[in-house]
């Protein structure tokens, strides 16, 4: 099981000082939290892509490759990368250059995208916001696993003859997630084509995202990827930490009702009581974590935002001391019992690697047999 962070790199205000930080600062303070995310024991740094502000993120691979060159053992990914209104060739390119200078500790998360400002920008209607996630999908998955793909579609230029370069390392392209809140199709999408799916898990009840997962894991398994249970499961979540629980929600009380995302819809007691918003000690955290197994099954990597709504650099930082000291520790534990042995850990780029050559040994044993055996599953993503 992986455990990490994701940031969606948002400036605001802190409401218990009344400062914003500049741009420089938060991308620099976003650059640290990946590297204490390392320091503590962490798997997994994510950062969001945005084109508009409040946030800063908008060139995911340049800040993943600076983080890349300072860590060691940190899997950087993202959270999510726009597959709608991003070219899929430059997609293709930017991370499989990003997986080279890393050594492989490279994945993706891909997503439509909820600002709809940004689509005209960038020559898009956000009415084809489906139709684009799966199409431009199509073309990158078929970029990185053909050497010269010749290629056309509706949204995009066709392509003849061409490589994208440089090609995947070690041929084992970056592991996929596709992430949605709430579009069935995506989660159909990842389910096609064995993919991993990400549910956000922050401002929905859990039976939502229990339906979300279970679509998902019912599909994969009727395209033939394996049994729902070996489906690839993702979550977020929501955590704020003291000591003590009473501190915890009056510290954060004032964050939560000024965040532009929670700002005037339910009390904080509210949200956190119909949501996985978990605000108070480090024990409290691992109970309500430990509960969305109850509904999503076992999964394989959780993500915690816990940066955003102008919380103070070192307020972070003490919340990652507290993750990677109290909380992650026990949940690593916990999450492995009983954990099925055929439910599979979440792909790295050694074990796809390790896959990859056990399906050349079979593929070349069953040519030495004669077999003609065929993968199921293949009525397409778009049919759906």
Do not use: C
């Amino acid at each position: 099981m992986q455990f990490g962070i994701f940031t969606v790199g948002d400036v605001t205000q802190d409401p218990a000082t009344g400062r914003t930080v500049s741009e420089h600062e938060r991308i620099k303070s976003m650059v640290a939290i990946a590297q204490k995310a390392e320091e503590v024991g962490l798997d997994v740094f994510a950062t969001g892509e945005h084109h508009n502000p409040p946030f800063v993120p908008s060139s995911p691979t340049t800040m993943l490759g600076w983080i890349a060159a300072r860590t060691e053992n940190l899997i950087l990914s993202t959270s999510t990368t726009l597959i709608t209104t991003n070219d899929p060739v430059k997609i293709a390119e930017d991370f499989a250059m990003l997986q080279h200078l890393a050594d492989g500790r490279v994945d993706v998360m891909l997503g439509r995208g909820n600002t709809g400002p940004v689509y005209p920008w960038f020559g898009k209607d956000i009415r084809d916001g489906i139709q684009l996630a799966v199409e431009n999908y199509a073309l990158l998955h078929q970029l990185w696993r053909e050497d010269v793909v010749t290629w056309q579609g509706k949204f995009r230029t066709p392509l003849q003859s061409f490589t994208s370069t440089p090609r995947p390392l070690d041929g084992v392209p970056p592991f996929v997630w596709h992430g949605s809140i709430r579009s069935p199709e995506i989660a159909e999408q990842a389910a096609y084509y064995g993919d991993g799916f990400f549910h956000n898990n922050i401002f929905w009840p859990k039976e939502h995202t229990a339906q979300m997962v279970r679509l998902y894991r019912e599909r994969y398994a009727h395209y033939g990827h394996g049994t729902p249970e070996q489906a690839i499961v993702g979550l977020g979540g929501q955590v704020f930490m003291r000591r003590n629980s009473q501190e915890a929600v009056r510290e954060f009380r004032p964050y939560f009702d000024r965040a532009p995302v929670y700002g005037g819809g339910p009390s904080l007691e509210d949200f956190s009581a119909q949501t996985p918003l978990t605000v108070g000690s480090p024990q409290q955290v691992i109970e309500k974590t430990l509960s969305f197994r109850d509904y999503a099954g076992d999964y394989q990597r959780q993500l915690f935002l816990v940066d955003h709504a102008g919380l103070p650099l070192k307020t972070v930082l003490e919340q990652l001391d507290l993750l990677g000291e109290e909380v992650v520790p026990v949940l690593r534990k916990e999450f492995a019992k009983d954990r099925p042995a055929d439910v599979p850990e979440a792909p790295t780029h050694a074990a796809l690697l390790d896959e990859a050559h056990r399906k050349q040994a079979t593929a070349g044993a069953a040519t030495a047999t004669g077999s003609d055996d065929k993968p199921t599953g293949s009525e397409g993503v778009s049919s759906a």
